[in-house]
């Protein structure tokens, strides 16, 4: 019985439904030379139970500790059936390529059984379709868990199941029984009993997991921008955002050769050079099209194999600037090789030709531990860091054919994962003289996956291009190579807004932001009062964020709502981290999604920035909205910050350029600030404070001419309006209001008394 290390413990603690640690393998095999053309499921079991002394991974499981008071440990699982674990599917007709990459995303998408060994084999048929690839081909799924991946070696189920020889020349593998294995949770305890006597500090451990849950996020997002040390500066895009469960996957292959011959262009090139120019091409034409493309280069998260004694290897995540302001295919990969030269891991990195040496390297086993090792990076960083735009992961692979129960393969490729404001990983494969490139994403993020992957061919065509005609002039500019009117308006830069006086709040009320805390204990003082406020109809409520913060900030107003009788729901995502991507549309979506399931229109509350989200989604879905209700939102939007504090602006910068601050992102065009400026045609309540130290109140202050906007004022801190007594009376009343009959707010009970008392907060 054998302890997880700390390291894995964490990768289990990063385990959540959104983002499941785990890599998925994908293989396609060809078994035309099998007798009968054919490999049945019950021959991939047996094959596989003959196999099953070839790693831990296949009979192990996880015993976790009662309370959660130490790490898990790994046991024989004495229930273990094969079964269990290998599936067969198959596509329906037509069986084509888009399916099996919508079925590839789903099974990755699903978590593994933590209390079953992890791991999971998905055998697929039916791939009629799929014109690349030979008659009656099959696919191979492999899904393990990054805990039970080996750290150092990178061992997994699949090293052990493929095979570098023929089937007459593959030796039969020995059958190994299963050894029973059971633990006892009063067995555990008594360990765990003695590591806390012989070491004191292991208590913090449990502590210390408490309080991180524990803590607001938006006190923890302001000290990480305080206490960050990022030298590189990076930019927000539409793939720096919060990930879902919902996975999308897709794949472009290349002849090997013809890769080679781009590498030939530049002398002391790479191919991992050839593939960061390839991938940085598909990225700047992809922003392009979306007119999002920055004017900065985009940074990517480069893994390299480094040297190391002994038989273990090492793997390392490096940033690397990618140059996607250069539009000619040949110059940017002469830029990308020249600082590959001029890395300091260049002496110590593995060259490529020994990782394509099978048998020191076996493909499986790399990817498994460059994916591996990248969920360990990113569960090191710190929240909302930003380490890169993507992540581009190579992996060579050997150029020799690989079997398996004498199938030969003829694709290899993979799922790399995906983490909090890293929304596109790119994982390159070469096996057999083909390159595999295969993005991974979310749906919310990139949800035309398959216009991505033709803005890779469209790259390999560029490169190609360049390649046999050199002489020719090329296009230096993404505007010319595109077709596309360069339309990304900068910070101040010719944005459409009215010049006016900008005021920003006091930097006295921004220091007495921390009273927040104190309105924070007095809700459940007032909550008597509250209770008191008339009873909800039950119709659908839903409440947006601010500003880097989550659910967790809204969470006292949903409980209080949710006491008052209306349903009510989150906006669906984690943190609110600004306007990058398709924001408005993923949460017009879910509200059309809330409207009918209840048949019923939906009220939008939303604090700061998810006020101004609110008031968009109004505008343009009138028919589906009872009511918008924005606490210390800025009615628009300002090149200048929308009045915001410069000290929280400057500490926000730190870290973020060119991002939610300062002309709100990179991604506001003329067209889309006019769209935001608009009121919505629905009752709205603006709820403001003259003591607002992030927001100055002129901001926050409605002036829709229309009968259905009301702004009513409270005494409080930007942070803590949401939560404040005022407020969710204010709230309580706007939505105690029958459908369809607006009245204005009267000041009454709680409010009347703050305003009789206190009339110059």
Same mark, same amino acid.
């Given at each position: 019985?054998?302890?997880?290390?700390?390291?894995?413990?964490?990768?289990?603690?990063?385990?959540?439904?959104?983002?499941?640690?785990?890599?998925?393998?994908?293989?396609?095999?060809?078994?035309?030379?099998?007798?009968?053309?054919?490999?049945? /499921?019950? +021959?991939?079991?047996?094959? !596989?139970?003959?196999?099953?002394?070839?790693?831990?991974?296949?009979?192990?499981?996880?015993?976790?500790?009662?309370?959660?008071?130490?790490?898990?440990?790994?046991?024989?699982?004495?229930?273990?059936?094969?079964?269990?674990?290998?599936?067969?599917?198959?596509? #329906?007709?037509?069986?084509?390529?888009?399916?099996?990459?919508?079925?590839?995303?789903?099974?990755?998408?699903?978590?593994?059984?933590?209390?079953?060994?992890?791991?999971?084999?998905?055998?697929?048929?039916?791939?009629?379709?799929?014109? @690349? /690839?030979?008659?009656?081909?099959?696919?191979?799924?492999?899904?393990?868990?990054?805990?039970?991946?080996?750290?150092?070696?990178?061992?997994? !189920?699949?090293?052990?199941?493929?095979?570098?020889?023929?089937?007459?020349?593959?030796?039969?593998?020995?059958?190994?029984?299963?050894?029973?294995?059971?633990?006892?949770?009063?067995?555990?305890?008594?360990?765990?009993?003695?590591?806390?006597?012989?070491?004191?500090?292991?208590?913090?451990?449990?502590?210390?997991?408490?309080?991180?849950?524990?803590?607001?996020?938006?006190?923890?997002?302001?000290? *990480?921008?305080?206490?960050?040390? =990022?030298?590189?500066?990076?930019?927000?895009?539409?793939? *720096?955002?919060?990930?879902?469960?919902?996975?999308? %996957?897709?794949?472009?292959?290349?002849?090997?050769?013809?890769?080679?011959?781009?590498?030939?262009?530049?002398?002391?090139?790479?191919?991992?050079?050839? !593939?960061?120019?390839?991938?940085?091409?598909?990225?700047?034409?992809?922003?392009?099209?979306?007119?999002?493309? #920055?004017?900065?280069?985009?940074?990517?998260?480069?893994?390299?194999?480094?040297?190391?004694?002994?038989?273990?290897?090492?793997?390392?995540?490096?940033?690397?600037?990618?140059?996607?302001?250069?539009?000619?295919?040949?110059?940017?990969?002469?830029?990308?090789?020249?600082?590959?030269? +001029?890395? +300091?891991?260049?002496?110590?990195?593995?060259?490529?030709?020994?990782?394509?040496?099978?048998?020191?390297?076996?493909?499986?086993?790399?990817?498994?531990?460059?994916?591996?090792?990248?969920?360990?990076?990113?569960?090191?960083?710190?929240?909302?860091?930003?380490?890169?735009?993507?992540?581009?992961?190579?992996?060579?692979?050997?150029?020799?054919?690989?079997?398996? =129960?004498?199938?030969?393969?003829?694709?290899?490729?993979?799922?790399?994962?995906?983490?909090?404001?890293?929304?596109?990983? !790119?994982?390159?494969?070469?096996?057999? $003289?083909?390159?595999?490139?295969?993005?991974?994403?979310?749906?919310?993020?990139?949800?035309?996956?398959?216009? /991505?992957?033709?803005?890779?061919?469209?790259?390999?065509?560029? /490169?190609?291009?360049?390649?046999?005609?050199?002489?020719?002039?090329?296009?230096?500019? %993404?505007?010319?190579?595109?077709?596309?009117?360069?339309?990304?308006?900068?910070?101040?830069?010719?944005?459409?807004?009215?010049?006016?006086?900008?005021?920003?709040?006091?930097?006295?009320?921004?220091?007495?932001?921390?009273?927040?805390?104190?309105?924070?204990?007095?809700?459940?003082?007032?909550?008597?009062?509250?209770? =008191?406020?008339?009873?909800?109809?039950?119709?659908?409520?839903?409440?947006?964020?601010?500003?880097?913060? +989550?659910?967790?900030?809204?969470?006292?107003?949903?409980?209080?709502?949710?006491?008052? $009788?209306?349903?009510?729901?989150? %906006?669906?995502?984690?943190?609110?981290?600004?306007?990058?991507? @398709?924001?408005?549309?993923?949460?017009?979506?879910?509200?059309?999604?809330?409207?009918?399931?209840? $048949?019923?229109?939906?009220?939008?509350?939303?604090?700061?920035?998810?006020?101004?989200?609110?008031?968009?989604?109004?505008?343009?879905?009138?028919?589906?909205?009872?009511?918008?209700?924005?606490?210390?939102?800025?009615?628009?939007?300002?090149? &200048?910050?929308?009045?915001?504090? *410069?000290?929280?602006?400057?500490?926000?910068?730190?870290?973020?350029?060119?991002?939610?601050?300062?002309?709100?992102?990179?991604?506001?065009? &003329?067209?889309?600030?006019?769209?935001?400026?608009?009121?919505?045609?629905?009752?709205?309540?603006?709820?403001?404070?003259?003591?607002?130290?992030?927001?100055?109140?002129?901001?926050?202050?409605?002036?829709?001419?229309?009968?259905?906007?009301? @702004?009513?004022?409270?005494?409080?801190?930007?942070?803590?309006?949401?939560?404040?007594?005022?407020?969710?009376?204010?709230?309580?009343?706007?939505?105690?209001?029958?459908?369809?009959? %607006?009245?204005?707010?009267?000041? &009454?009970?709680?409010?009347?008394?703050?305003?009789?008392?206190?009339?110059?907060?």
């Amino acid at each position: 019985m054998r302890q997880l290390s700390k390291w894995d413990s964490r990768l289990l603690d990063r385990d959540v439904p959104h983002g499941n640690v785990s890599s998925t393998g994908i293989y396609i095999f060809d078994p035309t030379e099998l007798p009968g053309g054919k490999l049945s /499921f019950e +021959d991939l079991l047996e094959h !596989i139970e003959r196999r099953l002394h070839t790693s831990p991974i296949f009979t192990r499981k996880l015993a976790q500790v009662p309370l959660d008071l130490d790490r898990p440990y790994w046991i024989e699982d004495e229930y273990f059936e094969l079964e269990d674990h290998v599936y067969h599917v198959a596509l #329906p007709k037509p069986g084509n390529w888009q399916q099996f990459c919508t079925l590839v995303a789903r099974m990755h998408s699903r978590p593994l059984d933590l209390s079953r060994p992890l791991w999971g084999i998905y055998m697929v048929e039916g791939l009629e379709e799929m014109q @690349n /690839f030979p008659a009656g081909s099959f696919a191979i799924l492999a899904k393990v868990h990054h805990a039970a991946i080996g750290r150092k070696t990178g061992s997994e !189920i699949m090293a052990g199941l493929l095979d570098s020889l023929s089937p007459s020349e593959t030796p039969a593998g020995r059958l190994k029984a299963v050894s029973p294995g059971s633990v006892d949770s009063t067995e555990l305890l008594l360990r765990t009993s003695y590591k806390y006597a012989t070491s004191p500090l292991r208590v913090i451990r449990p502590a210390k997991k408490i309080i991180s849950r524990s803590v607001p996020s938006v006190v923890k997002f302001y000290g *990480n921008q305080l206490f960050s040390h =990022n030298s590189q500066k990076i930019s927000l895009t539409r793939f *720096n955002r919060e990930v879902t469960s919902r996975r999308v %996957w897709d794949s472009c292959s290349y002849d090997i050769d013809d890769i080679r011959a781009i590498k030939k262009t530049v002398p002391g090139s790479s191919i991992h050079d050839v !593939i960061m120019a390839l991938c940085s091409g598909a990225l700047a034409r992809y922003l392009m099209l979306k007119q999002e493309l #920055p004017e900065k280069s985009l940074t990517g998260l480069i893994p390299v194999a480094l040297n190391k004694s002994g038989s273990s290897r090492k793997i390392s995540f490096f940033q690397r600037l990618l140059h996607t302001e250069i539009a000619d295919p040949i110059e940017r990969l002469k830029v990308i090789s020249r600082e590959s030269a +001029d890395s +300091d891991y260049t002496d110590s990195a593995i060259k490529a030709t020994e990782l394509t040496d099978i048998n020191k390297y076996r493909l499986s086993e790399t990817l498994a531990l460059a994916s591996r090792t990248l969920s360990t990076k990113l569960g090191k960083n710190v929240d909302f860091s930003l380490l890169a735009h993507c992540c581009i992961t190579n992996v060579p692979g050997t150029q020799k054919p690989i079997f398996l =129960n004498g199938a030969k393969m003829v694709y290899a490729s993979g799922l790399a994962p995906l983490s909090e404001g890293l929304g596109l990983s !790119i994982t390159a494969n070469s096996y057999n $003289g083909r390159l595999h490139i295969s993005p991974t994403s979310c749906r919310e993020i990139l949800p035309d996956i398959t216009e /991505f992957t033709q803005c890779l061919d469209d790259s390999f065509a560029a /490169f190609m291009a360049a390649v046999k005609q050199p002489e020719k002039k090329r296009k230096n500019d %993404w505007t010319a190579v595109t077709g596309f009117a360069r339309n990304v308006e900068l910070a101040g830069e010719g944005v459409g807004y009215e010049e006016g006086e900008r005021h920003e709040p006091q930097l006295l009320h921004t220091l007495l932001e921390g009273r927040a805390v104190c309105e924070l204990a007095a809700f459940p003082l007032s909550f008597p009062f509250l209770r =008191n406020m008339p009873r909800g109809d039950g119709h659908p409520v839903m409440v947006l964020p601010g500003l880097a913060a +989550d659910n967790g900030t809204t969470k006292i107003l949903r409980f209080f709502l949710k006491k008052q $009788g209306y349903i009510v729901h989150t %906006w669906g995502f984690r943190r609110n981290t600004g306007l990058a991507g @398709n924001l408005e549309e993923r949460v017009a979506e879910r509200i059309k999604k809330l409207y009918l399931r209840s $048949g019923r229109k939906v009220t939008l509350i939303g604090h700061s920035m998810g006020g101004l989200i609110a008031r968009h989604v109004a505008y343009d879905l009138p028919e589906y909205i009872r009511q918008v209700i924005t606490v210390g939102s800025p009615n628009g939007v300002s090149p &200048k910050g929308s009045n915001v504090s *410069n000290f929280v602006a400057r500490l926000y910068l730190s870290s973020n350029p060119e991002t939610v601050i300062e002309g709100l992102n990179l991604h506001m065009t &003329k067209d889309r600030m006019e769209h935001w400026r608009s009121a919505p045609e629905v009752p709205l309540t603006a709820i403001y404070s003259r003591t607002d130290g992030i927001v100055h109140w002129s901001s926050c202050v409605d002036s829709a001419d229309h009968e259905l906007s009301q @702004n009513v004022r409270i005494p409080s801190s930007h942070i803590g309006m949401i939560h404040h007594p005022m407020t969710l009376w204010v709230i309580a009343d706007r939505l105690a209001q029958a459908e369809d009959e %607006w009245h204005p707010f009267v000041e &009454k009970g709680l409010y009347a008394i703050w305003r009789k008392f206190l009339p110059y907060l």
